[in-house]
């Protein structure tokens, strides 16, 4: 394999440009099929041989900076049912994070799994893990059984990686028995200059957005999307109060929109003013600033404090009237017990994460003498990420895109994440070679609205300005 180090870096990356510039030229898709491929290409990566390296140091001192590497790594070979896409932006995802501090557990396990399934899967059992979970770009080629897309394709990529010969698949795949996640369960990721995906875990582009835009939506969105309104999580109807975790956040700020949308009511919970204040503009009312609240939902690493949960539960109440008919669910440990009793009787509380700790408690009393519900939810299914992303498409869910770094600072771009200090999602330049290319349909940019599509953005430069 070349390294960051090596002389084939140089030709690596003039012929990855050629996708580039045929790219920018409007090249046809039968230009583009014949450049040729490669032999290695740039990728942010994790290395095996490293995955030890943060042992004994606390989780919030784990630097994603040491641990993610930008190299020149082998194009893989493409299997018949898969596509090459050049990559022009990508976008941060917590999913990376927990890849490069290599927590619960590092990825290669993952990789070693699915290397042992098949010839196809061996593929991916490498010393390295190319990540990243989210992209778009253009096709440049397709295997030989692709039926409904072609070089030249501008797409966006969702990450469910699924083996459609699996019955399991076959009635929701998000339950098939090896559902994966591209980029963190699979090698070949979005963080890079190429990808290698499977035909089913494509979309069309959003014509209207950029490429930072356009990439930075399917994960979350389509999460989201799941979670709130497709038949298979929390079914939120028109008037639903629906509480909402880190709504400013990758997973919140898509979750807001929904509820919206949907009639319902939500009451977002954001850790500073500034992100009260994004949370109205987006049409938001309702806000919970929880560092002002400072509520202690645990009295000491070991004990919850109901009294707590029930001083927040008046503080929700008091701004909207209710109880929660849903709860959207994502940090975990630190609140899952405040959401179990927060929810109205007979409510729901949909949980897709853990961020603060997956080994969770709550008092069953209240789950089971007030009827509520805990529905758990992962990511999306081929049909509910294309809804999400029609939904996208038509301009009725906006990218909440709010920082942008170029592929070498992936590491300082997870960084920020992984220490909550960002909103909405940051977006990564792979091949694109700045910010604002990539809009086909300026006419619906215009009717959907500048201000709406770049929120996120000037409100983080807003901020960034302060
Ligand atoms: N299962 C799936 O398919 C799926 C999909 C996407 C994401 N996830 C997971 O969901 C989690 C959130 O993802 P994301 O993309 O939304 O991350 P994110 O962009 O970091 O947003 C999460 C927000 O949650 C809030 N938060 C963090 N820790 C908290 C705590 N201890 N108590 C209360 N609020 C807290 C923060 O908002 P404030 O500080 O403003 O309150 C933060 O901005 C991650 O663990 C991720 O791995 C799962």
């Known amino acids: 394999m070349p390294d960051g180090g090596s002389p084939d870096r140089a030709v690596a990356s003039r012929a990855v440009k050629q996708f580039l510039d045929a790219i920018q030229s409007g090249a046809s898709g039968d230009d583009i099929a014949a450049l040729p491929l490669p032999e290695s290409y740039r990728a942010a990566v994790v290395l095996k041989d490293e995955a030890g390296m943060f042992e004994g140091i606390p989780s919030e001192e784990k630097d994603p900076r040491k641990s993610l590497h930008v190299q020149d790594v082998a194009v893989p070979e493409l299997a018949p049912d898969e596509a090459y896409v050049a990559v022009m932006a990508s976008a941060i995802n ?101 990808t290698l995906v499977k035909a089913n875990q494509i979309m069309p582009k959003p014509a209207h957005l950029t490429w930072e835009e356009a990439a930075c939506n399917a994960l979350c969105n389509s999460t989201s999307y799941r979670m709130l309104v497709g038949h298979n999580a929390a079914r939120m109807k028109q008037g639903d109060v629906v509480l909402v975790w880190g709504a400013t956040g990758g997973l919140g700020g898509y979750a807001v929109q929904y509820v919206l949308n949907g009639g319902g009511i939500p009451i977002g919970v954001v850790s500073s003013q500034d992100k009260v204040e994004l949370l109205h503009e987006l049409g938001c009312e309702a806000a919970v600033d929880r560092r002002a609240g400072n509520y202690r939902f645990w009295s000491d690493e070991h004990t919850q404090d109901e009294s707590e949960w029930r001083r927040f539960g008046k503080d929700v109440r008091a701004l909207v009237g209710e109880d929660p008919d849903i709860v959207f669910e994502h ?136």
């Open 94 to 194: 917590f999913n990376t994070v927990w890849t490069s501090i290599f927590e619960p557990l590092p990825t290669f396990g993952f990789l070693s799994r699915l290397g042992k399934e098949s010839r196809w899967g061996a593929r991916h059992d490498l010393p390295y893990h190319v990540v990243g979970s989210d992209a778009s770009g253009v096709i440049v080629e397709v295997g030989s059984a692709v039926r409904n897309w072609k070089p030249g394709d501008r797409v966006v990529i969702h990450c469910n990686y699924v083996d459609d010969q699996d019955p399991s698949a076959h009635d929701d795949s998000m339950l098939a028995a090896n559902q994966r996640i591209w980029g963190f369960e699979s090698n070949f990721g979005g963080l890079a200059d190429l």
């Open 331 to 466: 940090p975990g440990r630190q609140t899952m017990g405040a959401s179990v009793f927060v929810a109205k009787r007979g409510g729901t509380v949909v949980t897709c994460a853990a961020t603060s700790g997956y080994m969770i408690e709550y008092d069953n009393r209240h789950l089971w003498m007030k009827l509520k519900t805990i529905k758990s939810s992962h990511f999306a299914n081929y049909k509910e990420a294309w809804e999400a992303n029609r939904l996208i498409s038509l301009g009725k869910v906006q990218p909440i895109l709010s920082a942008l770094h170029p592929l070498e600072e992936v590491g300082e771009a997870a960084d920020a994440v992984h220490h909550n200090a960002h909103e909405g999602k940051i977006g990564v330049l792979c091949l694109a070679p700045e910010e604002g290319l990539g809009v086909d349909d300026p006419e619906l940019r215009e009717k959907v609205g500048e201000e709406k599509i770049t929120r996120f953005r000037r409100h983080a430069q807003k901020l960034g300005a302060k």
